[in-house]
């Protein structure tokens, strides 16, 4: 009987995928190819903020200064980019008011070749920010200065679109209030399909087929037919060119980071996920260095549009950042007749219904106001305050954290108490210091000690306080100094270790005189 042959496997065949390789693969596939209703909802969210994005792209480049094109390209250029380079899913990037505010002096003054060298510019400073890790500081942005935000940002949303009432035919108020209804109501019966969507088809279908003559999309601007070109900036390569748009560059990559790190902080709470705050940054400034490259305006993340995708249309993945931007292109050159069509208030009312959404109703019931602290309410008013001066996000992002210092630092300034014990014998006073000691709380330390009347040897003890800063240290050094004029010893104990270092480190080098 013949020995059974041993088969050795092929090694030219393909090797079996492990079970923890498959399972690793599945792992790292997005969600929107796991479920088919995942897909569903991203592409259809996509679909209705690149809808929305198109009348916002033509108003932000009229703002600017140029031609339409130059802001829907930019659009889907930062759109495209983020959805792979960003940070925070589901978030929109594209041409902004914010940047086109920043960024129309230059190109009113200097043209559209400095405009673009200004875009690449500042995508490059915010990779440097990125990486120097700024967006650390959005943690000393206190809930108060987020709910202000929160509460300008949609009041802005709503105050883009009053222009849009005024001096209209009056058809376009029933329309509006006929796409409010259908956007409240439709979900009762599915949400398979974003309202906003259905709400746009229908009254655009109503008014082509009635003939209706209200303000269009069209009446906006000519769409561009086109895919944009990449190429470089037409401005001479020179130290003039640099210093030219260097300031412009600053102003719009600041500005840009602070509205795009606020964007995503409020996505994170919405969708109770975290995000990576300095990939955000980073990708920012990458976003802008190729919308630059191809001719845009630049941009940064869209408020109103990234409520659209992930409050009102249920978008979590970066599918629907994607293909707002991509959809944005195809609707523009392949559907550019049937879009400009569409009637603007269509899209007025979902951006009303957007701004509703957006706005912290529970923030200002009087149930909450009258348990809120009143430095917080003032925290909050003056940050709406600011941001709807200005149209600014930024500048009232700042106003409303530098309140929120000042009321802070005046809470705690009040904190610290010092209480003072004489021996029985006489002979020396124990002063016991509690609380934090900075420069609010140490100014009027100094007068808290009775320098005539105190025995020969005095004690401060600190183990209840904090050393904060170099105020602290001269305010300590102070009172050595007023009872050493009357000749009298200080002694200072109970230092935690941080106190110490720094005590140590700065005491009698604050004055000069040593």
Same mark, same amino acid.
């Given at each position: 009987?013949?020995?059974?042959?041993?088969?050795?496997?092929?090694?030219?065949?393909?090797?079996?995928?492990?079970?923890?390789?498959?399972?690793?693969?599945?792992?790292?596939?997005?969600?929107?190819?796991?479920?088919?209703?995942?897909?569903?909802?991203?592409?259809?969210?996509?679909?209705?903020?690149?809808?929305?994005?198109?009348?916002?792209?033509?108003?932000?480049?009229? /703002?600017? !200064?140029?031609?339409?094109?130059?802001? *829907? &390209?930019?659009?889907? =250029?930062? $759109? #495209?980019?983020?959805?792979? +380079?960003?940070?925070?899913?589901?978030?929109?990037?594209?041409?902004?008011?914010?940047?086109?505010?920043?960024?129309?002096?230059?190109?009113?003054?200097?043209?559209?070749?400095?405009?673009?060298?200004?875009?690449?510019?500042?995508?490059?400073?915010?990779?440097?920010?990125?990486?120097?890790?700024?967006?650390?500081?959005?943690?000393?942005?206190?809930?108060?200065?987020?709910?202000?935000?929160?509460?300008?940002?949609?009041?802005?949303?709503?105050?883009?679109?009053?222009?849009?009432?005024?001096?209209?035919?009056?058809?376009?108020?029933?329309? /509006?209030? !006929?796409?409010?209804?259908?956007?409240? *109501? &439709?979900?009762?019966? =599915?949400? $398979? #399909?974003?309202?906003?969507? +259905?709400?746009?088809?229908?009254?655009?279908?109503?008014?082509?087929?009635?003939?209706?003559?209200?303000?269009?999309?069209?009446?906006?601007?000519?769409?561009?037919?086109?895919?944009?070109?990449?190429?470089?900036?037409?401005?001479?390569?020179?130290?003039?060119?640099?210093?030219?748009?260097?300031?412009?560059?600053?102003?719009?990559?600041?500005?840009?980071?602070?509205?795009?790190?606020?964007?995503?902080?409020?996505?994170?709470?919405?969708?109770?996920?975290?995000?990576?705050?300095?990939?955000?940054?980073?990708?920012?400034?990458?976003?802008? /260095?190729?919308?630059?490259?191809?001719?845009?305006?630049?941009?940064?993340?869209?408020?109103?549009?990234?409520?659209?995708?992930?409050?009102?249309?249920?978008?979590?993945?970066?599918?629907?950042?994607?293909?707002?931007?991509?959809?944005?292109?195809?609707?523009?050159?392949?559907?550019?007749?049937?879009?400009?069509?569409?009637?603007?208030?269509?899209?007025?009312?979902?951006?009303?219904?957007?701004?509703?959404?957006?706005?912290?109703?529970?923030?200002?019931?009087?149930?909450?106001?009258?348990?809120?602290?009143?430095?917080?309410?003032?925290?909050?008013?003056?940050?709406?305050?600011?941001?709807?001066?200005?149209?600014?996000?930024?500048?009232?992002?700042?106003?409303?954290?530098?309140?929120?210092?000042?009321?802070?630092?005046?809470?705690?300034?009040?904190?610290?108490?010092?209480?003072?014990?004489?021996?029985?014998?006489?002979?020396?006073?124990?002063?016991?210091?509690?609380?934090?000691?900075?420069?609010?709380?140490?100014?009027?330390?100094?007068?808290?000690?009775?320098?005539?009347?105190?025995?020969?040897?005095?004690?401060?003890?600190?183990?209840?306080?904090?050393?904060?800063?170099?105020?602290?240290?001269?305010?300590?050094?102070?009172?050595?100094?007023?009872?050493?004029?009357?000749?009298?010893?200080?002694?200072?104990?109970?230092?935690?270790?941080?106190?110490?270092?720094?005590?140590?480190?700065?005491?009698?080098?604050?004055?000069?005189?040593?």
């Amino acid at each position: 009987m013949p020995a059974p042959r041993r088969v050795c496997p092929s090694t030219t065949g393909p090797a079996p995928l492990s079970t923890s390789a498959l399972s690793a693969a599945a792992r790292l596939r997005p969600d929107w190819l796991k479920d088919p209703k995942v897909w569903r909802t991203e592409t259809l969210a996509g679909l209705v903020v690149a809808l929305a994005l198109i009348p916002e792209a033509i108003s932000f480049s009229i /703002i600017a !200064g140029v031609d339409p094109a130059i802001g *829907l &390209f930019a659009s889907f =250029t930062m $759109a #495209v980019v983020i959805s792979v +380079v960003g940070g925070r899913r589901a978030m929109i990037s594209a041409a902004t008011g914010a940047v086109a505010l920043v960024i129309a002096p230059l190109n009113r003054e200097h043209g559209l070749g400095y405009l673009v060298a200004a875009v690449i510019l500042a995508g490059a400073v915010q990779i440097v920010l990125g990486v120097l890790g700024v967006a650390k500081l959005m943690r000393f942005v206190p809930r108060s200065v987020m709910v202000g935000f929160v509460n300008a940002l949609a009041i802005l949303i709503f105050m883009a679109q009053v222009p849009e009432m005024r001096d209209v035919p009056w058809p376009v108020y029933p329309l /509006i209030i !006929g796409g409010l209804a259908l956007m409240v *109501l &439709f979900p009762r019966i =599915t949400k $398979a #399909v974003p309202a906003p969507l +259905v709400s746009i088809v229908i009254l655009t279908v109503i008014t082509l087929a009635a003939g209706i003559a209200v303000p269009t999309v069209g009446d906006k601007g000519d769409l561009p037919s086109s895919l944009p070109v990449p190429g470089l900036p037409d401005v001479p390569f020179t130290l003039d060119t640099l210093t030219t748009i260097a300031p412009y560059a600053l102003a719009m990559a600041l500005v840009g980071l602070m509205e795009s790190l606020m964007t995503a902080k409020l996505v994170d709470d919405i969708t109770d996920t975290h995000s990576s705050k300095t990939r955000e940054s980073i990708g920012q400034g990458i976003a802008n /260095i190729v919308t630059g490259f191809f001719g845009g305006m630049g941009g940064c993340a869209m408020i109103g549009q990234t409520m659209i995708n992930v409050r009102v249309s249920g978008a979590r993945t970066r599918l629907s950042t994607f293909l707002a931007g991509a959809f944005l292109m195809v609707l523009c050159i392949v559907f550019g007749p049937v879009v400009s069509d569409i009637p603007m208030a269509a899209l007025v009312a979902v951006m009303v219904m957007v701004s509703f959404a957006t706005f912290d109703w529970h923030s200002i019931a009087p149930r909450t106001l009258r348990r809120m602290p009143a430095g917080e309410i003032a925290v909050m008013v003056i940050t709406v305050a600011v941001v709807v001066a200005t149209h600014n996000l930024a500048i009232g992002v700042v106003a409303g954290t530098l309140t929120a210092m000042a009321v802070f630092a005046r809470r705690v300034a009040h904190v610290a108490d010092v209480t003072a014990v004489t021996d029985p014998d006489g002979a020396s006073v124990v002063y016991s210091v509690t609380g934090a000691l900075f420069f609010a709380s140490s100014n009027d330390l100094v007068g808290r000690f009775a320098y005539a009347t105190d025995p020969d040897r005095i004690v401060i003890d600190l183990t209840a306080a904090h050393i904060w800063d170099a105020s602290s240290v001269a305010a300590l050094d102070a009172i050595g100094t007023k009872y050493a004029q009357r000749g009298k010893t200080v002694e200072i104990v109970g230092l935690n270790e941080a106190s110490a270092r720094m005590h140590e480190k700065l005491s009698g080098e604050l004055t000069g005189s040593h």
